[in-house]
């Protein structure tokens, strides 16, 4: 298998409009050189078509997405219990919702949660389905792993708080799917020998693995970022226009990125079953 020459993370958004201000891309390259921001006023369909081009190229990229790429399935052993079409894997669930948004702009996936048998699974504002369980809602596996960890993961069900991964993760399963066959989607798909790779991250697991405290994972000033970067054997970075959640959220887990392909460990987790693979999937770099 050739080596990762690329090591790309992406903070995704799953904010309904045009060009949503948490998207961000940076990108490091072999070496210890920081990871660079790639800085553009992003939309959802820009990346998807940047990411198809990489995918032309034949570039070797290892490329984190910082969301859920499915509901949790193994608890339930279905994504959406009672639905006679929920899913029986992620690609199958990725089209789902792409068919059921089809008609919403800008990859945004409104038109699902708003479907009268998915919305029964979800806690929007003002609006807790029926099958929305009491408490934090429900779990992946791996999102159990990440609590070991002493992180905070979220339900993918919740749509509701400044911390809500759900929409996000839906408008990514959008993009998903219009990469399948493209970019294959560890542990979806089994590792190509050539060309990119995706692979599922959790921004705030690269902040912990440098150092960061438990309570404080956002990087907003120059100093800290270097800090953190040094953790992972990065250079200082090249000073940013501004220094937001995303931009070094991403900056970071580029280069966690880059350290973490060369760890055979993270790519068999002691968890991961084959069932798991086509269902949940999993975060890389959960043990």
Request: aromatic share 10%.
């Amino acid at each position: 298998m050739q080596p990762f020459t690329d090591f790309i993370a992406i903070d995704w958004s799953g904010q309904a409009v045009a060009r949503p201000k948490g998207l961000a891309v940076a990108r490091a390259r072999s070496g210890n050189a920081a990871p660079e921001l790639i800085d553009r006023n992003w939309s959802r369909q820009d990346i998807l078509e940047w990411l198809w081009q990489l995918a032309a190229s034949g570039t070797r990229a290892l490329i984190g997405l910082d969301l859920s790429p499915a509901f949790p399935f193994d608890d339930e052993g279905a994504y959406f219990p009672g639905w006679d079409i929920s899913p029986p894997n992620g690609p199958s669930l990725w089209k789902l919702v792409d068919d059921l948004s089809a008609d919403d702009p800008y990859l945004a996936a409104t038109s699902f949660v708003d479907h009268p048998d998915a919305r029964r699974h979800f806690r929007q504002r003002g609006d807790c389905g029926d099958l929305f369980p009491p408490g934090r809602g429900r779990f992946r596996v791996c999102e159990h792993g990440q609590e070991a960890m002493r992180l905070s993961p979220y339900s993918c069900f919740n749509l509701v708080g400044a911390s809500q991964v759900g929409k996000s993760s839906l408008t990514g399963m959008r993009v998903l799917h219009r990469l399948r066959g493209t970019i294959g989607l560890w542990p979806f798909d089994p590792l190509p020998e050539t060309g990119p790779v995706l692979v599922e991250i959790y921004t705030s697991l690269a902040a912990r693995l440098a150092g960061m405290r438990k309570g404080i994972s956002k990087i907003r000033d120059a100093d800290t970022l270097d800090t953190m970067l040094a953790a992972f054997g990065s250079e200082p970075h090249a000073p940013l226009a501004r220094y937001d959640d995303h931009a070094t959220d991403a900056i970071l887990s580029a280069a966690w990125l880059r350290v973490a392909a060369a760890q055979p460990e993270l790519w068999s987790p002691a968890a991961l079953t084959p069932d798991l693979a086509k269902t949940e999937g999993w975060t890389f770099g959960v043990p």
